[in-house]
């Protein structure tokens, strides 16, 4: 086996996943998973650069990553950039950091490899429950931007579109500096449309409605599920492969759109760094299953951080 470490940093949070990996046998055991919020791409929908406040925290991060990493000796290390370092004009700064504290480069990847890297993720450990249908349409919904991959075995199309839940917040549900608490049916109108349009658009390239199966993906769709369980806490044994209906899922987002900060912060489940943006995210999902005529989704917590680790094995 080879000790890895895998780094993803998003647009809303970073996140390490150290395993023991085995290509031969296709096994991956995990000894430390963990995630930060660091609001990276705070504003850069805006001003198109990371903001100083949002690279010191990520760089926080990355420092207490560095000695987790050290303490568990893993022999490889990959960091993976996206959305955020992708459109930002000071991304450099932002490079020479991590190499400071890490030791490696950043690899900023386009949004097509984000696909495949996450649909490797979540698919590897799927390939023997014969009951989920091919093809896979494996769903990844960031705080930048969302990506589709529709795939058997193998990536057959892959599409990045920017709908992730922190640009969607940023661009409909902010007034005065401020996420509005609740948002106006206007407001949840225009987001719509804007989902709406970017499905439009991935629709162009990736055959969603050929999919027999959605998977999804990242912490939006992770929350959906832990609050459709009325989990007391965050669990991901419990979330790691539950299903969640369409119906479900529209009820939790009607509930999240009009819900006010308080009381989303109360969710048991509810990781601070998502109140205020969860009922974008939630509402990504919704628009996904309504569109492909799905009739639940199967969550995962394996993703592009697990596709990292395999590409490092």
């Known amino acids: 086996m080879t000790r890895v470490a895998a780094v993803d940093c998003g647009t809303n949070s970073i996140r390490l996943l150290v395993a023991d990996a085995d290509p031969a046998t296709g096994e991956l055991v995990e000894l430390d998973r963990r995630m930060t919020i660091v609001r990276l791409g705070q504003g850069v929908d805006r001003t198109g650069r990371l903001a100083p406040d949002a690279l010191q925290r990520t760089f926080a991060a990355c420092r207490e990553y560095a000695g987790i990493i050290k303490e568990h000796g893993a022999q490889r290390l990959r960091f993976v950039a996206t959305s955020a370092s992708r459109d930002a004009e000071n991304r450099d700064e932002f490079v020479r950091g991590v190499l400071d504290i890490l030791g490696v480069e950043p690899e900023v990847i386009s949004g097509d490899q984000e696909a495949e890297f996450s649909f490797t993720g979540a698919t590897k450990e799927l390939a023997g429950r014969d009951h989920l249908a091919k093809p896979y349409l494996v769903v990844d919904i960031g705080g930048g931007s969302t990506e589709f991959v529709v795939g058997d075995d193998h990536v057959r199309a892959a599409r990045s579109v920017d709908i992730g839940c922190v640009r969607m917040t940023e661009r409909h549900l902010i007034r005065d500096g401020a996420v509005t608490d609740p948002p106006s049916e206007e407001q949840i109108a225009a987001m719509r449309a804007d989902i709406d349009a970017a499905l439009d658009l991935a629709g162009e390239t990736v055959p969603l409605r050929e999919a027999r199966t959605l998977?999804?993906?990242?912490?939006?769709?992770?929350?959906?599920?832990?609050?459709a369980q009325e989990l007391p806490e965050y669990d991901s044994a419990a979330i790691h492969h539950s299903r969640v209906s369409r119906e479900k899922v529209r009820?939790?987002?009607?509930?999240?759109?009009?819900?006010?900060?308080a009381e989303r912060a109360a969710v048991p489940s509810m990781h601070p760094g998502r109140v205020d943006v969860i009922g974008a995210g939630a509402l990504v999902?919704?628009?996904?299953?309504?569109?492909?005529?799905?009739?639940?989704?199967?969550?995962?917590?394996?993703?592009?951080l697990d596709g990292i680790a395999w590409s490092v094995a």
């Open 215 to 227: 998977v999804g993906l990242a912490g939006s769709v992770t929350t959906v599920s832990a609050i």
């Open 251 to 261: 009820e939790i987002t009607d509930w999240l759109l009009r819900s006010t900060h």
């Open 285 to 304: 999902l919704l628009s996904i299953m309504e569109r492909i005529g799905a009739e639940e989704v199967v969550v995962s917590e394996h993703d592009i």
